[in-house]
């Protein structure tokens, strides 16, 4: 074929699906990320509570495009593109494209409610989950040192904001690192004085699933201790004092926030037309409207024509990386280009040991088969056989022992302590 | 028995082993670390160089110490003693004791050599390992987008400083890591502008061990691609160039130091005798003369009657500790106390597949068999269950395949490309 030189920015799972089904078919294929790893954002949550090592959620990319000769990989962070010149401005120097795929994914959001973003922790890269990590163990041993019930208190209180799955999640494996292992690691504590709540600002968990399932998610948590407060509106937090509409002011020193993404800066500064969060408004075919050698997938991705927004997930990412992949071979070839159909895989959030919500088409798992499946899903998406082995090992090590044997403080905040009061 | 109160300073392999012998014996125990980690310093390299997790060099203390009730754990700096008044100063308080037992470890020493410190990349603790790990892959990184030959060539020098053990260990696996690894991620590159060189002050490597020994190190290494320079006398290094005595100036971005280390600082500064490299003098009794209370052990002390400096590893640790436990339920008991005698349990060193020196007694091996030796030792000696499995497998992978498969930039360095030129 032609030669064409295609960029995909953004090596998550859209971007890397993306390079694999252009790759070998005469493209010259650049593949660009800000970090030299390929991350399964879904198990986040799990190394944050200490349950996985974080190197076994992340695989290098270049290890994953070995067979791929004619893909390039460069790690650079994207710093703009000029759409009408077809130039990408990077950390590394300028770069230009004749098809730009961009896979840049999302971020963190915080609404500019005050105080959020500078004190709450946010769940969305490796980096974080290591501070969150750092975080929960750190603040189990400050308060093994701390002689005031107050500040104790306040150290010991987690309160999770947002309802969706990584909140659920979060909860659910917050708790269990608490109950089953903190519980045995600090005998001098006393547990009644730790807390852990979710706060959800609509009238539901898990929005995105059926009533019932969220209903029994509340179920579950709060079966586990978690406190769980719906339509519960968070207003600020100044690092010691979280405020929420209409109830007392809470203290506590841990806010994790999971409620909210948008687009990421890159695709929100393009200067096209945007959906909700920011995501870069594409037609049918992918295409931005106005420059139809620009593909948009993934979290960064908006489609007209299917009237809403698509879940921020792996599935939806990889099925678009296929899609766009095929509309560019098509676009060379001088054929119609498809228009994008969504099929939906079902979602799946895990509450807990033995514990999970499912919801495949028509069907709605909880429980035990719930739990089943999401082990089983997670384990054959998670990429590369040694991580798959790695994690299989740890969750089968975690559910006999009731352990969760990452608990070590290390890197990022050097010592944690220093982080707050 | 007493009740009196006994400070262990230090969760490496002595502390922990004091900690352990200690309990169970009526005494009120506490154990101070600066980490909430036990640490494998012997397979830091391996995580340096991609081949393990970090976490799975570390075990919480904690769950170290699960089954003893009597050990109190506190995660502090230990920022000073007063030997007089009993009293320790930490990062959250003061302490009193009836007993101390001093196992603060060593700490990186580069002898005033100028740029050195600043400059040059430490193996001491997990944290330098993960900074190590993120400097190397992102010196790769780097070169891959840097047209300068120069530069490149710079970029891809690695200088290791230092034949002792942990220097040999490192260079031969620095050079699998980008022979096994690197070549074939990196298709981009020219291989012969990649160096590895070991340098050495003295006029062999492995000093602590058999000349014939030394010599198979060498010659192993050089076989590897490493070169190997002996009598190299280090003069300084700006983060450029290497001076070293008698050679042309040497441009490089990567001097790894394993050239020395001393007591830590807090043992340095205890106002006591000092043998070597600031360890602490200690009497037959692993006691302070002056101060019969306090027991030093590991890196941090030098017995006198021995008359020499004991190496600095994890048998000697463990020997003194166990025998300052001893000696600690005698004195309590109004015995005498008894001489501490080092039994050797012989050296071993790595210098990659299939290939390391041992020393036992008076036997000596080499190549497969001493790299079986090695193995073996290491995986019984590392502590925790999950470690040693996790381990096992991370080597049996590598040795398959041909892997170091933890090659991810994450933690520490924020951007590698910041860190040098």
Aim: no cysteine; aromatic share 8%; hydrophobic share 45%.
């Amino acid at each position: 074929m032609s030669g064409a030189r295609i960029v995909i920015v953004g090596a998550g799972f859209g971007g890397l699906q993306a390079a694999r089904k252009l790759s070998g078919r005469g493209f010259e294929l650049l593949l660009i990320d800000r970090h030299n790893y390929h991350l399964f954002q879904p198990l986040l949550y799990q190394v944050a509570t200490a349950g996985l090592e974080p190197e076994h959620v992340a695989k290098s990319v270049r290890a994953l495009l070995r067979e791929h000769d004619d893909v390039r990989f460069l790690m650079a962070e994207v710093e703009g593109i000029n759409l009408a010149a077809r130039r990408i401005f990077t950390t590394s120097g300028e770069l230009e494209f004749d098809y730009l795929v961009l896979a840049a994914g999302a971020e963190n959001q915080t609404f500019s409610l005050p105080g959020i973003e500078a004190h709450s922790l946010p769940l969305k890269d490796l980096d974080d989950a290591v501070v969150l990590r750092n975080r929960l163990l750190g603040a189990f041993e400050r308060a093994s040192r701390t002689p005031d019930p107050v500040q104790r208190r306040a150290g010991l209180h987690f309160i999770i904001i947002g309802g969706g799955a990584t909140g659920v999640e979060m909860a659910g494996a917050l708790t269990e690192l608490i109950e089953h292992v903190m519980r045995r690691d600090f005998p001098e504590l006393d547990f009644d004085e730790v807390g852990v709540s979710l706060l959800e600002a609509r009238d539901r968990l898990l929005p995105g699933m059926d009533p019932d399932l969220s209903e029994a998610a509340r179920v579950a948590l709060e079966d586990k201790g978690v406190r769980v407060r719906l339509e519960a509106r968070v207003l600020s937090y100044d690092g010691k004092t979280l405020d929420v509409e209409g109830i007392d002011p809470i203290r506590t020193n841990n806010v994790i926030w999971t409620a909210g993404v948008r687009a990421s800066r890159l695709v929100r500064e393009l200067g096209v037309e945007h959906g909700p969060a920011g995501r870069a408004m594409v037609r049918q075919t992918l295409q931005l409207a106005v420059h139809p050698e620009v593909f948009v997938i993934g979290d960064a991705a908006y489609p007209e024509h299917i009237g809403k927004s698509l879940p921020m997930m792996a599935p939806v990412a990889i099925q678009m990386a296929d899609h766009a992949a095929v509309n560019i071979v098509r676009l060379e070839r001088g054929q119609t280009l498809l228009p994008f159909k969504f099929s939906d895989p079902g979602r799946l959030a895990t509450i807990g040991r033995n514990a999970a919500v499912a919801q495949i088409g028509r069907l709605k798992f909880t429980g035990f088969g719930a739990w089943l499946i999401w082990l089983v899903v997670h384990l054959l998406r998670l990429i590369g056989f040694r991580n798959k082995l790695m994690v299989f090992l740890s969750w089968a090590w975690e559910y006999i022992f009731y352990d969760r044997a990452v608990r070590i403080i290390h890197g990022e905040t050097p010592h944690p302590e220093q982080s707050s009061g």
